[in-house]
């Protein structure tokens, strides 16, 4: 297993001088889960983002080492992949052409053996050639997992996994949460308890809202 450490310190998030959270630190290793809970409107979305380099936060400071080199913030995508509900992929492209044309930006070499083996896992093989815009939301969700994976992320985020799965979706989910897990991080937002069993540690937000 690679060297991976992920080190939250003190993170804090305030839109409009509103606190969303604060004080959110935790450590993560290669081996480990963490899951982030709170009802809607907490902040799980936000704290994701924070963590992907989406978005800035208030205070606080989070590193990622690899193999002992510090990652700039601009080089995270890199190392992470993201599954989200706020994250589009093209409409007008088939299911293949999103994950070549993912591929061709990641520099990946000779993707064609991932990207099939993904879209059979992900029981889209049949579906490749079909445009995105006749694929069903849980369809969607499928290639998002696909296209997250196709450069074997050392950190996968996943921000509501189960969004518009149904039970097959979610399975082949859970093997890929395990498997994360065995050789990297994986850091996940959701609210259900099932989920939570994936996670070694737990980071509860609880919608502080307060009017500074
Ligand atoms: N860019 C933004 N500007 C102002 N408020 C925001 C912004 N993004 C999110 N919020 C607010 O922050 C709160 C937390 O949102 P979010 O992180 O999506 O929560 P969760 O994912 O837990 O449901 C919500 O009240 C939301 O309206
Ligand atoms: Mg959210």
Known sequence: ??????????????????????NISFDADAGSAIAVTGKNGSGKSTLVKILCGLLEPTRGTWVLTVEDKKIPHEEYYKNIGLVSPYL?????????????????????????????????DFGLFKHRK????????????????????????????????????????????????????????LIFATNDEDDLSYADAVIKLNSLNIEK
């Open 130 to 185: 079909k445009e995105v815009k006749y694929y069903s939301s849980g369809m969607k969700q499928r290639l998002k997992y696909c296209a997250a994976l196709l450069h074997k992320p050392e950190i996968l985020f996943l921000d509501e996994p189960q969004s518009n799965l149904d039970s097959e979706g979610i399975s082949v989910v859970r093997t890929y949460m395990k498997q994360q897990r065995e050789r990297g991080i």
């Open 88 to 120: 589009n992929l093209y409409d007008e492209f088939s299911g293949i052409e999103n994950l070549d044309f993912i591929a061709k930006i990641r520099r990946l070499q000779n993707p064609s053996t991932i990207i099939e083996s993904v879209l059979e």
């Open 1 to 22: 297993m690679i060297s991976i450490t992920l080190q939250v310190k003190n993170i804090a998030k305030e839109f409009n001088r509103k606190k969303l959270f604060e």
